[in-house]
């Protein structure tokens, strides 16, 4: 407590050294550093990404835990195409949204034994739509041009 009150009346900094530099060691185990936020994070456009790890009884003051999944973007708050899934066996049905200012590429990858369906034979297609999208036929491992402020809905099945 009366470090605190020091402190508040000296006018210490914990994010920065007097140099302007970060006091936090760099870390990037897989080559995506870890950082320190310039501001909170915002959970209606990124979401709720919280853990919760419990400790029934420990003989320590200290636990280690390890979180294997990390999000493998940098910055995942400029990703603003956004995809969504209905699968059913054999076939899914895919909705992509661009929701930037700019035309983007994406390009979809698929766990084809979860989706039941043989990568050498697979379709994917756009079925055309009154008054949203023309009928058109993509390569499931290429990359698809998404319009700004434009989406497909497309279907992926076995051929």
């Not at 470090?3 to 994010?15: H, K, Q, S, Y």
Request: charged share 25%; net charge positive.
């Amino acid at each position: 407590m009366m470090f605190f009150a020091v402190c508040l009346l000296t006018g210490c900094n914990f994010a920065e050294h007097p140099n302007g530099e970060s006091q936090y060691q760099s870390f990037a185990p897989d080559g995506i550093p870890f950082v320190v936020a310039d501001s909170s994070w915002d959970v209606d456009g990124r979401g709720n990404h919280r853990t919760v790890v419990s400790v029934k009884q420990s003989k320590h003051d200290a636990v280690k835990a390890t979180l294997p999944w990390r999000r493998p973007d940098m910055r995942p708050e400029t990703k603003n195409v956004k995809a969504t899934a209905y699968v059913r066996p054999g076939k899914t049905l895919i909705a992509i949204g661009n929701f930037d200012a700019e035309d983007r590429f994406v390009r979809l990858s698929f766990d084809w034994d979860r989706l039941g369906i043989d990568p050498s034979k697979a379709v994917l297609r756009a079925p055309a739509v009154k008054n949203f999208q023309d009928e058109q036929t993509f390569d499931a491992n290429a990359s698809i041009s998404v319009k700004s402020k434009k989406g497909w809905l497309l279907i992926l099945s076995q051929n």
